[in-house]
Every structure is written in structure tokens, then in C-alpha cells.
């Protein structure tokens, strides 16, 4: 009886974006930049309508994930791929060059790369595209906003597993910044890398067996 062969599993790194990728905030970009796009677009109502999202959140009226949710709602509705495009090139000039070159020499061993984000799908993937990348575990916009689920904690922690898992793919890496990512971190122990943490975040990392860092300058 001949054994039937398996093909090997492709190793994977996902990173996470906002404050390890970049060095900055993509949601931040998203909201500044929006309410220019739409009075570009001829939306101003549509421009009035995410300021008053924004100033609510400001206000603490209105907690984070439905603020941007409202947000992705009215730029899915208005904007055109190519400001996407353009988002995701504004974002890229936050890029860490430091965790770049991390996951570029996982690539030159055969990794493929993810971003796994709470950031919105929307300019997560053409960022990827922008960067080479393979896709993004990312937010998914939900018509009905009960639905609505940022990829965050164990949230992503599932995501992360679900696509290794259809795509037939070994996790080789995981690079964060931030202890909401403490569920994947505490799954992939061995595997995760945590970049510039404080001594209170290396101290939570380090409690579910984490032991590497990325100290960038």
C-alpha cells in the first residue's frame, strides 16, 4: 500500500498593523483624511455626517467601534477604490522600517505575510498590495451593525487559525505591540515577537510564556 503524500504546510507570519507596522495610528489617518475625501467626492453632507461621528466620539457619547463603523458605512457608500489606494500610500509612509525588515526576512525564507489588524478591510488589503503582501486579517464591515466585529483579542485569535487552517498553512511568526493580542500571543507563545513594549506590556506578554521583543529605535 502506498502512503498517500502530504504537501507541506507554507509557513505564514502575520503582523499586526497600528503601532507595529506603522508607527502610527491607521485609524487616525482614516479620520482625518475622510471628511477631505467626501467634499472631494461632492458629499458634503456625507462630510458633515462623519464629523459629527468623530465629535461624537470625542465627547465619549459613542464608543470607539460604533464610531467606526458609522465611518467605514459612509465611506464604503461615497468613496471609489482609488481613494483607498490613496489611503493605503498615506499609511505606508508610517511604516516601521524596523518590523518591515522582520517580515521581509521571513519572506526571503518562504513566508508568505498577513496583516492581522482591528483595522477596516477596506484599506488594510490595499495596503497589503501595496506592501507585496498576501492579504489581511482585518475588520469586516456588517450592514446590520449588531453584527459588527472588530478582528481583535480572541476575535483574532479565531481569524488568524481559520485561514491557516483553509489555506493549509503553519504559522512561523506573529508580531504585535499590544496586549489585546494577548489571546494569539498566548496560543503562539514560542512564535510571537512583541515590538517596543513597556515594561508593564513585556510583563503581560511574558505571563503567557512570550520572551521575544523588537526593540526599535
Known amino acids: ?15 499586526d498593523l497600528d503601532g507595529t507596522l506603522i ?9 482625518k483624511r475622510l471628511p477631505k475625501i467626501l467634499i472631494k467626492r461632492r458629499a458634503p453632507g456625507a462630510a458633515i455626517s462623519a464629523l459629527w461621528q468623530i465629535w461624537l466620539r470625542s465627547l465619549r457619547l459613542i464608543n470607539h467601534s460604533k464610531m467606526k463603523w458609522h465611518l467605514t458605512d459612509i465611506a464604503r457608500r461615497h468613496l471609489e477604490e482609488s481613494d483607498w489606494e490613496d489611503l493605503a500610500e498615506i499609511i505606508a509612509q508610517e511604516i516601521n522600517p524596523d518590523v518591515k525588515d522582520l517580515v521581509e526576512s521571513r519572506r526571503k525564507i518562504g513566508c508568505l505575510s498577513y496583516i492581522a489588524t482591528a483595522a477596516i478591510e477596506e484599506y488594510s488589503l490595499p495596503l497589503c498590495r501595496l506592501l507585496g503582501y498576501e492579504g489581511a486579517v482585518a475588520t469586516k464591515f456588517t450592514d446590520n451593525q449588531g453584527d459588527y466585529e472588530e478582528m481583535s483579542g480572541n476575535v483574532k485569535r479565531n481569524g488568524i487559525e481559520k485561514l491557516l487552517e483553509e489555506e493549509n498553512l503553519r504559522l512561523e511568526s506573529f508580531i504585535t505591540d499590544h496586549p489585546d493580542d494577548l ?9 510571537t515577537v512583541v ?3 513597556t515594561q508593564k506590556t513585556a510583563d503581560q506578554f511574558r505571563e503567557v510564556g512570550v520572551t521575544r521583543y523588537l526593540i526599535c529605535e
Open 1 to 15: 500500500m502506498v502512503e498517500r503524500l502530504q504537501t507541506p504546510l507554507k509557513g505564514v507570519t502575520f503582523v
Open 23 to 31: 508607527s502610527g495610528n491607521s485609524m487616525h489617518i482614516f479620520m
Open 183 to 191: 489571546p494569539t500571543a498566548k496560543a503562539y507563545p514560542n512564535l
Open 195 to 197: 515590538v517596543n513594549p
